[in-house]
Nanobody
Framework: QVQLVESGGGLVQAGGSLRLSCAASGTILSINVMGWYRQAPGKQRELVAAITSVGSTNYADSVKGRFTISRDNAKNTVYLQMNSLEPEDTAVYYC???????????????WGQGTLVTVSS
């Protein structure tokens, strides 16, 4: 019922910037934590950044100081501003959210389809 759709991925040179967006749609009562994960070839999926409903944030050490996560609750959208990109940032980036559809539902984990970020050296 609830869907997350990412956008904004692409190819950039090292040192460049990208801004990822993830919009939730469907029947939504509330969204708790939203986050971004990434998975590089041959690697496990890892948490990049997360943000609570009131704006508290958490970042992986590898992106701290370079990436910024934010959200617009009115639009049910989370963003990831990525600056000073490095080749090591190359991965498929996935949006994740804990979503409650109605008062009869519990919070459920929902994943987006992923968007590819490629950083060239």
């Amino acid at each position: 019922q609830v869907q997350l759709v990412e956008s904004g991925g692409g190819l950039v040179q090292a040192g460049g910037s990208l801004r990822l967006s993830c919009a939730a749609s469907g029947t939504i009562l509330s969204i708790n934590v939203m986050g971004w994960y990434r998975q590089a070839p041959g690697k496990q999926r890892e948490l990049v950044a997360a943000i609570t409903s009131v704006g508290s944030t958490n970042y992986a050490d590898s992106v701290k100081g370079r990436f910024t996560i934010s959200r617009d609750n009115a639009k049910n959208t989370v963003y990831l501003q990525m600056n000073s990109l490095e080749p090591e940032d190359t991965a498929v980036y996935y949006c994740n959210a804990a979503v409650r559809g109605s008062w009869r539902d519990r919070y459920l984990e929902v994943w987006g389809q992923g968007t590819l970020v490629t950083v060239s050296s």
